[in-house]
């Protein structure tokens, strides 16, 4: 498969991305909001959002990075031989993270952490693992037999089957996983806003208590914006590392 | 089906014993404050229980020792029999140890669960979940924990736990947390029809299937809280234009927008899971009933819905999960529901009041995702037989 073909969703979504980031600046959101009807009320201005997307994009991304290393390797952990009685345990366990949404999880963390940044990164971390670390499991136990027979015949040691067999067959259930909790951890620090982290969240959680319409729609289409180029980033990494 | 089951791996079940002493004898159980915003002086496990933490403690140990040497049914429902006992003790002597610190201390002074007593609980569901999955008994996984909350309600209902801070703080508000209840399923049902309905139009339009599955996958990359925003302003762009939908109870804040919002969400689930419903029939059976002469609507009616019926099943499980989650944040656009409990509890930073929120979402998420998986199953065997 070309590079091009591999990559060629993230188009889409990088464009959907564009458009929406389009949208949140402030000469489009107020046209926008004097289209719906809206009174002209005050934008956010660049400088500020700006502000808010380097924040959001900080505690999304160091969130994302912590659930990626940390879903991928216990994921590979639990597939070992010496884990096998833990995994049905596991199992049941990401079914019950399930149904725990993330802003209640935004909420529990509040008390124990306090207000700001730290309860709404443990919260994307706490929330994110999951679908990962399923996501890894899920796919290394999908690599079938005769691949792993054949990898055991022709000499290949525990390790090496691990990096040249399983893990390349599993990675695309695996990218499948991380696309889903950066979107995830791209909505949780949005949520975070209410537990007083200082992220694209807030103008909409402002917006909406003091019905302003014009950052409230900022804030929607730039955090929106950014889980479209996340996602159109992540195809785009994941295709150009995969040779 | 043989009745040998599953045995508890013996590491785990060392790790358990050990993790249960840890959880009840060194971390808080209890936790007195003068009022309900600071953080209370602990209270550890064996001054709560005095020496019934050890009989908790040994008895748990026996269950964990039963489950792993569990290769009978027999042994993995007396072990679940015993663990559901140790959490009815662990309550009630909770219930009992806070009313005896609470004596001569001032009306706002408040009693709050402590982290040693989450963790032992975690252990304890934990533990139970096994038994229940090692005892191979369909519908014991949702009976169990219904049984048990109805003991401990009624129990709540005497006046067990009346001395715990929850327990004052669901007395102070039962009339707001029990329409929050009420709220919180008819946002999330509503969510759920709207979502049938959308996902049965979407799949009629048979050439569009491609553009659909664009739109629908592409919703759920929008985080709830920016749809929910910008619908907030559509809907009243909207009712500007239209001015007549406000008569019939259409507005920009409130259950309205709310109900669209969560419903683009189950629409990708709920679609997909009808799409590959009605592809359960093999061509082979397809063939048959059209040679039989069957029409089409008869094929759908008699062929192709029973024999998807788990994986619809299946599909409705998946969205109803997620509504009720979803239904969290329809508090912030004026909908109501249990996240509006949640919400109240983060601005005044009052612990009690978030859980007292939080643990009604879990449990009907948990009770859904059950029950649902449950039909699932039932369905599935019923396809078989």
């Keep these: ?243 | 089906m043989s009745a040998r089951i599953r045995p508890l791996p013996g590491i785990l079940a060392l790790g358990w014993v050990i993790a249960m002493a840890v959880a009840l004898l060194t971390l808080p159980a209890l936790r007195i404050a003068p009022n309900r915003l600071v953080v209370g002086t602990p209270v550890y496990g064996l001054e709560v229980f005095g020496w019934w933490v050890a009989a908790i403690l040994a008895s748990g140990a026996l269950c964990v020792g039963l489950l792993v040497a569990a290769t009978t049914r027999r042994r993995a429902l007396v072990a679940l029999g015993f663990l559901a006992l140790c959490a009815i003790l662990l309550a009630l002597g909770l219930g009992a140890g806070a009313a005896h610190r609470m004596v001569g201390q001032p009306p706002a002074a408040r009693a709050s669960l402590g982290a040693g007593i989450w963790s032992a609980a975690a252990l304890l569901s934990f533990t139970m979940g096994f038994a229940v999955q090692a005892s191979r008994i369909a519908g014991l996984g949702l009976f169990v924990p219904v049984l048990l909350l109805a003991i401990l309600g009624t129990a709540g209902h005497l006046g067990a736990f009346d001395s715990l801070s929850l327990a004052v703080e669901y007395a102070a508000r039962r009339e707001a947390v029990n329409e929050a209840v009420l709220q919180h399923l008819g946002l999330a049902g509503g969510a759920v029809l709207l979502g049938i309905a959308g996902a049965v139009l979407l799949s009629l339009w048979r050439r569009g299937q491609g553009l659909v599955a664009i739109l629908v996958g592409g919703v759920q990359v929008i985080p709830a809280v920016a749809l929910l925003g910008a619908l907030v302003a559509l809907v009243s762009g909207l009712l500007r234009l239209v001015p007549s939908l406000r008569d019939i109870g259409l507005s920009a804040l409130g259950a309205g927008p709310a109900l669209i919002g969560i419903a683009a969400y189950l629409l990708l689930p709920l679609w997909r899971g009808l799409a590959t419903a009605l592809r359960a029939p093999d061509p082979a059976s397809l063939d048959a009933a059209t040679g039989l002469g069957l029409t089409r609507s008869q094929i759908l009616w008699r062929l192709r819905l029973p024999l998807g019926a788990p994986i619809l099943v299946g599909a409705l499980r998946v969205a109803a999960v997620q509504s009720l989650g979803l239904a969290t944040l329809g508090a912030l656009i004026g909908a109501g529901g249990l996240g509006r409990i949640v919400f109240d509890g983060m601005a005044q930073f009052a612990p009690d009041l978030i859980l007292l929120g939080a643990i009604p979402i879990v449990a009907l998420s948990l009770g859904a995702e059950r029950g649902l998986s449950l039909a699932e199953d039932a369905a599935r065997l019923r396809l078989r037989a």
Excluded at chain 1, 86 to 108: E, F, H, T, Y
Excluded at chain 1, 111 to 121: E, M
Excluded at chain 1, 130 to 150: E, K, N, Y
Excluded at chain 1, 172 to 177: C, G, H, Q, R
């Design chain 1, 1 to 243: 498969m070309t590079l091009i073909k591999r990559v060629r969703p993230a188009l889409g979504l990088g464009l959907t991305g564009l458009a929406l980031g389009a949208v949140s600046l402030p000469p489009v959101a107020i046209r926008l909001a004097e289209a719906l009807g809206e009174p002209p009320r005050r934008a956010l201005d660049l400088h500020r959002l700006s502000e808010l997307a380097w924040q959001h994009l900080q505690l999304a991304g160091t969130g994302f990075i912590l659930v990626a290393l940390a879903g991928i390797a216990f994921g590979i952990l639990a597939t070992r031989d010496f884990a096998a009685a833990a995994r049905p345990a596991i199992d049941s366990i990401a079914a019950g993270a399930q149904a725990v949404p993330p802003v209640v999880v935004v909420a529990l963390a509040l008390p124990v952490l306090g207000f700001g940044g730290p309860p709404t990164l443990l919260a994307l971390v706490a929330y994110g693992v999951m679908p990962v670390l399923r996501g890894t499991v899920g796919g290394i136990q999908a690599v079938s037999p005769d691949a792993l027979d054949a990898a055991r015949a022709v000499g290949l040691t525990k390790a090496q089957i691990l990096t040249r067999v399983e893990l390349p067959l599993a990675w695309p259930v695996i990218l499948e996983a991380l696309r889903t909790a950066l979107v995830l951890a791209v909505a949780t620090a949005a949520v975070g806003a209410l537990a007083g982290a200082s992220t694209l969240g807030t103008p909409i959680i402002a917006g909406l208590q003091n019905q302003n319409t014009v950052p409230m729609l900022q804030g929607a289409a730039a955090t929106a914006a950014l889980a479209f180029l996340g996602d159109a980033a992540l195809i785009l990494v994941a295709g150009m590392l995969r040779r």
